[in-house]
């Protein structure tokens, strides 16, 4: 008899655990994990776009729940309470390190296994593969598809046996003060997914879905995409799951429809139950899916079962070339250089590169494309002082291009044009002017930062507010300036001498040469207008 530590007679199992040993991070797509994606059936933040800093999930874990013959052990984890603490990670006793059977570049396909025949508690026969995948395609990168195969290796059937997925979610722009409580839970019986939105509190700033999917189930007869969720569950975290029978009763709940009000809901979608005969394995295989609107995410939905169908290998009419790697960004004064791999002219039905341009942000807007080329280096003119970011695909003959999203191909950190030291002090320059800015999420979503251009080889910069008050002091090229770099611009972060952030409003700022020459200006700073 296998020893039960908790009073219920039926097991749980929650994939998950905030102390896993062995992590991954996934940055091919529009959709990134990091810091860890365990394999123990946890991954923390869900960023979307990369890039952003907005994270709608802060975790992400599955769970299975059965019995074994009349002997039953009691399992949880993940972080859905203090009392939930015995998971995956306690009763796997391999530890597998993950194995990356892709690039990491246009794909990742994570795998790792788990065998709990040594769980302490009692031994539980059996066996765990876990793989993650995502994709840098333009159709496929709005999600990550987790596949979890479970093999029976005991001599007795496993009843009983449901699998399924906790899916806490906060929708809108990181910074928002209680994001949370104006976000509504749905199911769409027609798709089978289960999603969640933002009712619109966030004064339009939060366009984009998110849920979860079953995209099928394979018992030994092939993948059934047919196959859905057979619960949608939503709970409350301020009324957390209490122990093993509240979840229980949650994961055998059913369909509901609505969360049927606005608040902190968490998913619960769960399926089954299944019964695993001895040396027979049955295979999950689900996906996290961001949209905009529900449109966008039911497109990705319908990409995502599709890509399952194909045994999870994106067809061959479909797939462009290998994303070009960014390999060095060269500026003088300003003039900007990229240079990329030649990866993707090496495939055989090549035909060019692609380069998009934002100047406001690493997540776009991008806009029409500036430039075609075969070469793998690129030549492009800034404005001084004004930030730069770039993302380069590859296109076939057929017309197929490589996704914009990938940390490869694209430069998250703005690239900046040099501007020259000036002789005549009165073309200093402050941009942007007017500083449009995003409230208390702009440090997320956008530069923080505002740049006096155009500036003399040597000075400093005396910033006042209207009244008069002596705001911000700067130093450009003189002792105590900690980005000494002989260049004609100097940027402020929009903190005053005490740190804080400044308020909207007109501001003034005087610049005194070292020869005593000066000039002054006037620049508007609107906070909550981005």
Request: proline letters at 5%.
């Amino acid at each position: 008899m296998i020893s039960n530590i908790f009073k219920w007679p039926i097991g749980i199992f929650f994939l998950g655990s905030l102390w896993s040993a062995n992590e991954g991070h996934i940055e091919v797509g529009k959709l990134w994990i990091s810091p860890s994606v365990a394999n123990y059936g946890y991954m923390s933040v869900f960023e979307y776009p990369g890039g952003s800093k907005d994270f709608y999930i802060i975790e992400q874990s599955n769970f299975f729940s059965c019995s074994v013959g009349e002997d039953t052990v009691v399992l949880f984890g993940g972080t859905l309470g203090n009392e939930l603490d015995y998971g995956w990670q306690t009763a796997d006793g391999r530890f597998e390190q993950w194995i990356e059977q892709a690039d990491g570049i246009n794909k990742v396909h994570l795998s790792a296994t788990s065998d709990f025949s040594n769980y302490s508690a009692g031994n539980l026969n059996i066996d765990v593969m876990t793989e993650i995948r995502a994709y840098n395609h333009p159709d496929y990168d709005d999600m990550i598809v987790i596949n979890h195969t479970f093999t029976n290796t005991g001599s007795a059937p496993i009843t009983d046996f449901y699998y399924g997925s906790h899916l806490p979610v906060d929708v809108g722009a990181s910074g928002i003060s209680y994001k949370d409580l104006d976000d509504y839970a749905k199911h769409d019986a027609e798709s089978g997914l289960t999603y969640m939105y933002d009712d619109d509190g966030d004064n339009g700033l939060t366009p984009y879905f998110t849920g979860q999917i079953l995209l099928g189930i394979d018992s030994g007869g092939g993948m059934d995409t047919a196959s859905s969720w057979s619960t949608a569950s939503y709970y409350q975290m301020v009324n957390p799951i209490t122990g093993t029978a509240d979840l229980l009763n949650k994961i055998k709940s059913g369909i509901t429809l609505s969360s049927g009000s606005p608040g902190p809901w968490s998913i619960i979608n769960s399926a089954g139950p299944y019964t695993i005969a001895p040396g027979a394995a049955i295979l999950f295989s689900m996906a996290i899916v961001y949209g905009e609107g529900f449109s966008g995410i039911h497109n990705n939905v319908v990409s995502a079962k599709r890509v399952a169908a194909q045994n999870f290998i994106i067809p061959v009419v479909e797939q462009p070339p290998p994303v070009p790697e960014i390999l060095k960004t060269n500026v003088s004064s300003r003039v900007i250089e990229l240079i990329w791999s030649d990866v993707p002219a090496n495939t055989p039905d090549f035909k060019t590169y692609r380069i998009y341009k934002s100047d406001i942000s690493a997540i776009g807007p991008w806009g029409s494309p500036i430039a075609d080329t075969t070469d793998t280096n690129f030549i492009d003119i800034g404005r001084s002082g004004f930030p730069l970011f770039y993302s380069i695909t590859s296109i076939d003959q057929a017309g197929n291009e490589s996704g914009l999203w990938g940390r490869a191909n694209r430069t998250l950190e703005a690239v900046r044009p040099l501007g020259k030291a000036v002789t005549k002090i009165d073309e200093v320059l402050v941009v942007p002017n007017p500083y449009l800015g995003g409230a208390d999420w702009e440090t997320n979503d956008y530069e923080s930062r505002i740049y006096f251009t155009r500036l003399p080889e040597e000075c400093t910069i005396y910033i006042y507010s209207m009244m008069g008050d002596l705001v911000a002091k700067l130093l450009h090229n003189i002792p105590g300036d900690l980005t000494h770099d002989n260049s004609g611009w100097e940027d402020w972060d929009l903190l005053s001498l005490n740190r804080q952030e400044v308020v909207t409003g007109l501001y003034l700022f005087r610049v005194q040469a070292t020869n005593g020459n000066e000039t002054s200006g006037k620049f508007v700073i609107v906070k909550g207008q981005r």
